[in-house]
T-cell receptor, first 114, second 113 residues
Framework: DAGITQSPRHKVTETGTPVTLRCHQT?????MYWYRQDPGHGLRLIHY???????DKGEVSDGYSVSRSKTEDFLLTLESATSSQTSVYFC?????????????FGDGTRLSIL | TQLLEQSPQFLSIQEGENLTVYCNSS?????LQWYRQEPGEGPVLLVT?????EVKKLKRLTFQFGDARKDSSLHITAAQPGDTGLYLC?????????????FGKGTKLTVNP
């Protein structure tokens, strides 16, 4: 399994504050993804990266930015957190974005915006 | 936007019963993956089906990919409490030159002893 570590695992913060979530992988997978998971919505793609400094938007990217300065690290930033961004966030990696390969997921970050 | 409609959203059954989860779309996918997720953890791949009409079996779980590669099903025979969890289907599709996974909303399965 790809070693994927998300930090922090839990965070509570206030509306309007900046928040950064980190995803670290040890498997040298090229592709990395940030999803949010909400009841009734399943997993929705926020942003993804197809290489160092190469990123693109997913279906729910508003209010989020990402950066990837190294292969192993993918950061998700909420510039000014809102209550609608309360969610569980998952990072995933994909070795080669081939449809017969699995995505590997971290254990998630539970983020609460008060 | 490609959508995967997964049903049912919730399923509560008794141990020993059979069940089927469906994943349907109007779009064609290059493959269909099924994941299982436990509370507090990320999804873990169960199986990938690639060819239209393909059937794969994992012990008591049977996965089928529709002939037109637009739909899939997961059938569990003689469900056990250990099968409890969230089951997610995901279709692989190419958008903007990159391949992505589109996830269904999930089926939360509870198997009661």
């Amino acid at each position: 399994d790809a070693g994927i570590t998300q930090s922090p695992r839990h965070k509570v913060t206030e509306t309007g504050t900046p928040v950064t979530l980190r995803c670290h992988q040890t498997e040298n997978h090229r592709y990395m993804y940030w999803y949010r998971q909400d009841p009734g919505h399943g997993l929705r793609l926020i942003h993804y990266s197809y290489g160092v400094k190469d990123t693109d938007k997913g279906e729910v990217s508003d209010g989020y930015s990402v950066s990837r300065s190294k292969t192993e690290d993918f950061l998700l930033t909420l510039e000014s957190a809102t209550s609608s961004q309360t969610s569980v966030y998952f990072c995933a990696t994909w070795s080669a974005a081939y449809s017969n390969q699995p995505q590997h997921f971290g254990d998630g970050t539970r983020l609460s915006i008060l | 936007t490609q959508l995967l409609e997964q049903s049912p959203q919730f399923l509560s059954i008794q141990e020993g019963e059979n069940l089927t989860v469906y994943c349907n779309s109007s779009s064609v996918f290059s493959s269909l993956q099924w994941y299982r997720q436990e509370p507090g953890e990320g999804p873990v791949l169960l199986v990938t089906v690639v060819t239209g009409g393909e059937v794969k079996k994992l012990k008591r779980l049977t996965f089928q990919f529709g002939d037109a590669r637009k739909d899939s099903s997961l059938h569990i025979t003689a469900a056990q409490p250990g099968d409890t969890g969230l089951y997610l289907c995901a279709g692989a599709t190419t958008q903007g030159g990159s391949e992505k996974l589109v996830f269904g909303k999930g089926t939360k399965l509870t198997v009661n002893p």
